[in-house]
């Protein structure tokens, strides 16, 4: 199972319909955008700092 859906089921009372998930990684295989996509949940913006990529996830 992909650890972003391993996130979101162990937080599934707190992650609801609209709300935002701050993800970061410093993964740059990290595909999160192609997940986003086929999950049905919209990508709202990523960015870099340094090392470390943010991506900001509302949950279908």
Known sequence: MNPVNNIIQKNNGH???GKVL???TTDTKSDLTAWAKATGHELIDCKEEGSTFIFYIQKS
Request: hydrophobic letters at 50%; proline letters at 0%.
């Open 15 to 17: 992650f609801r319909a």
């Open 22 to 24: 701050e993800m970061q």
